[in-house]
């Protein structure tokens, strides 16, 4: 699993209550009921978990040109 597949699997299962976000080729599994609360705190942590993901790498380029 990637950084960002691991990022979102946390995410969906902090805020929707998703245990995985792998398919599981069954309707119980792979739908859920989920409260718009819930959908708009999980999109505020994915904002914000890309916004911290994309200063990361800003940073190491940063200090990668600083060498050259």
């Known amino acids: 699993m990637n950084q960002i597949d691991t990022i979102l699997t946390l995410i ?3 805020h929707l ?5 792998q398919t599981r080729n069954a309707d119980g599994l792979d739908f859920h009921d989920t409260a718009v609360w819930c959908i708009k705190d999980a999109l505020e ?8 993901l994309g200063e990361s790498k ?4 940063k200090s990668q040109i600083a060498k050259d």
């Open 58 to 61: 800003r940073k190491a380029t």
């Open 45 to 52: 942590a994915a904002f914000k978990a890309g916004i911290e």
């Open 17 to 21: 209550g998703i245990e995985t976000l």
């Open 12 to 14: 969906a299962q902090k």
